[in-house]
């Protein structure tokens, strides 16, 4: 990288590390090739969509609470999966099809409610771990409790 | 010493509460009584679980389940959490006019919730149902029946916050018009779905009518008086009871995938299939 590239200042370097060093702007320069260059901006199938996308959402999702229109969008989305999961219910898939797809769905809808309406996204990263443990215990007891009632009733 | 993201405003002066963890306080509880609660309801969801299929008499969920009524109940409730979500976004940006709307909001859509649980449950009775009468009824009653009295709590929770950030005087006489007119609408809907009896003498759908028409009159009433005050102290506590309201959301959220969209098809050709096997 050149001093340029790094945007910090450095010594000059000596007679011989300027004559060796491969890359310098110096007495053996070899020309950079367009491999060598970064990927231009925007040079994509879909422009500089991405990137653009991409900023807006980190606009979004960062700071201390975000726009309406980012809640709204979340709101959108936990009813467009509602609706999904009625349809996936009223489908004449194989049952185990149907279940782990309404399975995934709910989880879906539950991590997104949590994060973002309930802000464990945003907020300090302590609240994620208390919640996190107490959900993986809540989990833990949950198949317990299925092992040990189900061995009950035999 | 860290300092907690909470603040408090005393005469306009806004100060930060100093706290040995850096963490507020009273979020720190609310989100501890919430892991606990995710205890609670696991333990109950993995009861239902465990005796499905189990009872050894009718009523059936294949028989009796409304699968899209309860899809529409539970668009109402993801709703309410929305409302939620603008209601602190408001008052954290101290916009004391939609704060006071959007609160109401989540109040309101979870009435509707518990409008739609008691038709359900009502509809259930009528077709045999309780608690006693097997298994399916005793898990499933006591799940839904927890869940309820929880949105209950969080619905009265809301309308005291409402009452906190609405100015003194008039603006509380025309928020306490507006939730009656309100409340009298929902016992109307109530009465017209058979869940409670008409009143002698007035039927319901005409206690609806009055109900709707007075909740707009107190509504425009009261959201036509705008104010200046300052939400902004009570960000962290209407966060708290969002907190609360949310997490009954996501409880719904598994409550409608496990005992509604999985279990609808349960009926006597798998019990059986269970109990000879």
């Known amino acids: ?154 | 010493m860290a300092q907690a993201a909470i603040t408090t405003e005393n005469h306009g002066v806004e100060h930060h509460e100093e706290t040995s963890t850096g963490l507020g306080h009273r979020k720190l509880l609310m989100w501890s009584f919430l892991g606990s609660e995710c205890m609670f309801f696991g333990s109950l969801i993995a009861t239902y679980l465990v005796y499905r299929n189990q009872s050894k008499v009718g009523p059936w969920p294949e028989e009796i389940i409304d699968v899209p009524l309860t899809t529409v109940s539970t668009f109402v409730l993801l709703m309410s959490s929305l409302a939620m979500v603008l209601a602190l976004n408001y008052t954290q940006r101290n916009r004391p006019n939609l704060a006071r709307f959007w609160i109401l909001m989540p109040a309101a859509l979870g009435s509707g919730f518990l409008g739609f649980q008691a038709f359900e449950f009502t509809e259930f009775f009528h077709e045999g149902l309780t608690p006693r009468i097997n298994l399916f009824g005793t898990t499933f009653f006591v799940l839904t029946g927890f869940h309820g009295a929880h949105v209950t709590l969080g619905v009265i929770w809301l309308l005291v916050m409402s009452g906190t950030i609405t100015p003194k005087g008039m603006g509380a006489v025309s928020l306490l018009a507006t939730l009656l007119a309100f409340y009298l609408g929902m016992v109307g809907v109530l009465g017209m779905v058979d869940v409670i009896p008409d009143i002698e003498g007035s039927p319901s759908v005409i206690i609806f009518i009055v109900g709707v028409a007075s909740t707009v009159i107190a509504g425009v009433w009261h959201f036509s008086m705008k104010t200046t005050m300052s939400v902004k102290h009570q960000a962290e506590n209407l966060e708290i009871t969002g907190l609360y309201w949310h997490f009954v959301d996501i409880v719904w959220i598994v409550i409608f995938t496990v005992v509604y969209l999985v279990s609808a098809g349960d009926g006597p050709h798998l019990a059986e299939g269970l109990l000879n096997g």
Do not use: C
Request: net charge negative.
């Open chain 1, 1 to 154: 990288m050149t001093t340029e590239e790094s945007g910090t200042e450095q010594q000059r370097p000596n007679f011989l590390r300027r004559w060796l060093w491969h890359g310098d702007y110096r007495y053996l320069v070899i020309p950079t090739t367009y491999a060598e260059e970064p990927e231009p901006e925007g040079e994509s199938p879909f422009g500089r969509a991405p990137a653009t996308w991409k900023r807006k959402w980190w606009d979004w999702t960062s700071g201390d609470h975000s726009t309406v229109f980012f809640y709204i969008v979340i709101g959108s989305i936990l009813s467009v999966i509602t609706l999904s999961e009625y349809w996936i219910f009223t489908t004449d898939l194989q049952q185990v099809w149907v279940n782990s797809s309404l399975f995934a769905l709910s989880a879906i809808k539950f991590f997104m409610v949590v994060a973002f309406f309930m802000h464990l996204k945003f907020d300090n990263k302590w609240f994620t771990y208390l919640f996190g443990a107490a959900f993986f215990l809540a989990i833990a007891i949950f198949l317990s409790l299925l092992a040990l009632l189900d061995k009950l009733n035999g």
